[in-house]
């Protein structure tokens, strides 16, 4: 079956330090990765979606400079909080989708708390 | 601009009632829309998911009814259970790509 993996599960972090999260596709190829964030009482809100051989596309309020993403292969991405502050708190999630198909698999998602 | 909104906020329904979860969105070029239903704790999984080419999506006690025109759908979930306590979102795409989530409904079944 297929199954997204990522980690860290959960980080504490000091203000202003940076903190990196990796999500693995098993059992599909990931041709595309999307990266939620959800805040505390909140809804998902897209950072970002990246696709082979396209360019990453970042939503508004959510810049490169801010959050890296690298996608170097179809089961491999990883996204980069830099310079972390209280608002960017919350579970970061990693959506990943195989060609062909419409479904969206997430992983487990990557708490941050920020100190 | 709100792409996705669900109606209500919060639902409480008793044991073997039907909840009805409301869904509608702005783009008509949105051409796949699934439910996700998340729990305490817990990162959201796919419920069930319909295309336009159907008005109707039947998985169990749960069905989608979908209506293209008015740019709605629902989420029926029939004889509620204390485990389909959870928070559902409703979420649309393009292009199989890019998914929008609505702000959810949390629904509680009471036994």
């Known amino acids: 079956g297929a199954l997204v993996y990522q980690y860290p599960r959960r980080t504490i972090c000091k203000s202003g330090t940076s903190m990196r999260m990796e999500c693995q596709a098993v059992g599909f190829q990931a041709t595309s990765v999307a990266w939620y964030r959800q805040s505390p009482q909140k809804t998902f809100e897209l950072i970002a979606l990246?696709?082979?051989?396209?360019?990453?596309?970042?939503e508004q309020n959510f810049t490169q400079e801010k959050f890296p993403i690298s996608h170097p292969n179809l089961s491999f991405s990883s996204m980069t909080v830099l310079n972390a502050y209280l608002e960017d708190r919350g579970l970061y999630l990693c959506g990943a989708r195989g060609q062909g198909t419409g479904q969206l698999y997430f992983g487990e998602g990557s708490k941050l708390t920020v100190l | 601009q709100q792409q996705v909104r669900q109606s209500p906020q919060s639902l409480t329904v008793w044991e073997g009632e039907t909840a009805i979860l409301n869904c509608s969105y702005e783009?008509?070029?949105?051409?796949?829309f699934p439910w996700y239903w998340q729990f305490p704790r817990e990162s959201p999984a796919l419920l069930i998911a319909?295309?336009?080419?159907?008005n109707k999506k039947e998985d169990g006690r749960f069905t989608i009814f979908f209506n293209k025109r008015e740019k709605k759908l629902s989420l029926h979930i029939t004889d509620s259970q204390p485990g389909d306590s959870a928070t559902y979102f409703c979420a649309t795409g393009t292009g199989g790509y890019k998914v929008v989530f609505g702000s959810g409904t949390r629904l509680l079944v009471s036994p």
């Open positions: 319909i295309r336009p080419v159907s």
């Open positions: 990246s696709t082979v051989n396209s360019a990453i596309k970042y």
């Open positions: 783009d008509s070029t949105f051409d796949y």
